[in-house]
């Protein structure tokens, strides 16, 4: 399935985009969240792999990749289990670089394909250091979603909106992920730049807590990614019906901001 084909038919349609995080091997049900998340009205779905040092996440998702690890996730595994994974959206990984390299450019983008995953997104391999990794990666159909930051310089915005494929991820704000009580200016002012320097889809994260949060950070991209708050969800004891019924507040507001 092609990311970016999909995410943009959607979005020219009229349709404001949505794409939840999970945190893989987070419980033995997991992968039934996934399933769960997609069914209730996910365009695609962002799927953690667990890492030790997780440096753009807050408190909530190190907690669950710790909890992931402590029970036994390894990235093998988890791209593994993605394969069982049937669903009728696209699947990206959120990975940092050290299992990347750890397992090899080629062999890490080639396990993703074989999994059914879609595209990969490594936060801490910024543009000037893709290299070898991006060739790996467009050998294999896999789609590298880079990152914009609000302290982006215009130039560089424009490099990384050419670069990136499937989506452009515009940061919400300055930090670390996490839910927030309000958005602040930085998220539409993100949206803004981003979709005056793209045609790409543009989809915010980070600090997108909850469905008004997400129409206000929609307004100005073509759609949200929602982690902590789904994630915390998860860590508090729900399951895929609790994961579910989430994602669905979600996507009846989106809609209903647009229709």
Same mark, same amino acid.
């Given at each position: 399935?092609?990311?970016?084909?999909?995410?943009?038919?959607?979005?020219?349609?009229?349709?404001?985009?949505?794409?939840?995080?999970?945190?893989?091997?987070?419980?033995?049900?997991?992968?039934?969240?996934?399933?769960?998340?997609?069914?209730?009205?996910?365009?695609?779905?962002?799927?953690?792999?667990?890492?030790?040092?997780?440096?753009?996440?807050?408190?909530?998702?190190?907690?669950?990749?710790?909890?992931?690890?402590?029970?036994?996730?390894?990235?093998?595994?988890?791209?593994?289990?993605?394969?069982?994974?049937?669903?009728?959206?696209?699947?990206?990984?959120?990975?940092?670089?050290?299992?990347?390299?750890?397992?090899?450019?080629?062999?890490?983008?080639?396990?993703?394909?074989?999994?059914?995953?879609?595209?990969?997104?490594?936060?801490?391999?910024?543009?000037?250091?893709?290299?070898?990794?991006?060739?790996?990666?467009?050998?294999?159909?896999?789609?590298?979603?880079?990152?914009?930051?609000?302290?982006?310089?215009?130039?560089?915005?424009?490099?990384?909106?050419?670069?990136?494929?499937?989506?452009?991820?515009?940061?919400?704000?300055?930090?670390?992920?996490?839910?927030?009580?309000?958005?602040?200016?930085?998220?539409? @002012?993100? !949206?803004?730049?981003?979709?005056? =320097?793209?045609? $790409?889809?543009? #989809?915010? *994260?980070? %600090?997108?807590?909850? +469905?008004?949060?997400?129409?206000?950070?929609?307004?100005? @991209?073509? !759609?949200?990614?929602?982690?902590? =708050?789904?994630? $915390?969800?998860? #860590?508090? *004891?729900? %399951?895929?019906?609790? +994961?579910?019924?989430?994602?669905?507040?979600?996507?009846?507001?989106?809609?209903?901001?647009?229709?």
């Amino acid at each position: 399935m092609n990311l970016e084909k999909e995410l943009r038919a959607k979005r020219d349609a009229g349709r404001k985009l949505l794409v939840p995080y999970v945190t893989g091997g987070l419980g033995g049900r997991w992968t039934d969240v996934v399933r769960a998340v997609a069914d209730a009205g996910a365009d695609a779905i962002e799927v953690g792999i667990p890492f030790s040092d997780p440096v753009m996440d807050g408190a909530t998702i190190q907690e669950a990749s710790q909890r992931a690890l402590e029970i036994g996730a390894t990235p093998a595994g988890i791209i593994s289990q993605l394969e069982t994974i049937d669903v009728h959206v696209p699947l990206v990984v959120m990975t940092y670089y050290n299992p990347v390299a750890h397992a090899g450019h080629e062999r890490f983008a080639n396990a993703l394909k074989a999994s059914g995953v879609d595209g990969a997104i490594v936060p801490d391999l910024p543009l000037d250091e893709l290299g070898d990794w991006a060739v790996a990666a467009d050998a294999a159909d896999i789609e590298t979603v880079l990152l914009a930051a609000p302290n982006t310089t215009d130039e560089r915005l424009a490099a990384i909106c050419a670069r990136s494929r499937g989506f452009v991820y515009g940061v919400a704000l300055m930090g670390v992920t996490g839910e927030r009580d309000h958005l602040t200016k930085q998220a539409g @002012a993100m !949206g803004a730049r981003c979709k005056a =320097a793209t045609d $790409r889809p543009v #989809l915010l *994260g980070v %600090g997108i807590s909850n +469905a008004s949060q997400a129409v206000e950070a929609a307004s100005s @991209a073509d !759609g949200v990614i929602v982690g902590s =708050a789904l994630v $915390r969800r998860l #860590l508090d *004891g729900g %399951g895929p019906d609790e +994961a579910a019924a989430f994602v669905a507040e979600l996507r009846a507001g989106l809609d209903q901001s647009i229709g």
